[in-house]
């Protein structure tokens, strides 16, 4: 069973940087596209980043894109979320996901939530303005 634990959510001010990373068990850890989603008290879960199993393939949203970096270390089963220039409206809960797909269904679905089967906690990341 595939289990995801994320960490490093906190409290910071706006202007500046937060990483969270995601522990995935198993050992199949390279054949799953990671994902991060957030979502904001009153708001639908939002697509934040993605990164294909060998690392080689990355998306961003347009809110995030320049200031955030997905990682991941296929070594260690991580996935991480460099959060820089952090802004009031990036406060939320922010998920990690695993999924499995072809390269070409994560072209095309990498911001569906439907499209991953596994699923963190989730953890707090709150950026005071």
């Known amino acids: 069973q595939v289990q995801l634990v994320e960490s490093g959510g906190g409290l910071v001010q706006a202007g500046g940087s937060l990483r969270v990373s995601c522990a995935v068990s198993?050992?199949?850890?390279?054949?799953?596209?990671m994902v991060w989603f957030r979502q904001a008290p009153g708001n639908e879960r939002e697509f934040v980043a993605s990164?294909?199993?060998?690392?080689?393939?990355?998306f961003y949203a347009d809110s995030v894109k320049g200031r955030f970096t997905i990682s991941r270390d296929n070594a260690k089963n991580t996935v991480s979320l460099q959060m820089n220039s952090l802004k009031a409206e990036d406060t939320a809960v922010y998920y990690c996901a695993a999924g499995t797909m072809s390269m070409i269904s994560y072209l095309r679905t990498h911001s569906v939530p439907s499209e991953y089967d596994h699923w963190g906690q989730g953890t707090q990341v709150t950026v005071s303005s």
């Open positions: 198993g050992r199949t850890f390279s054949t799953y596209v």
């Open positions: 990164i294909s199993g060998t690392g080689g393939a990355t």
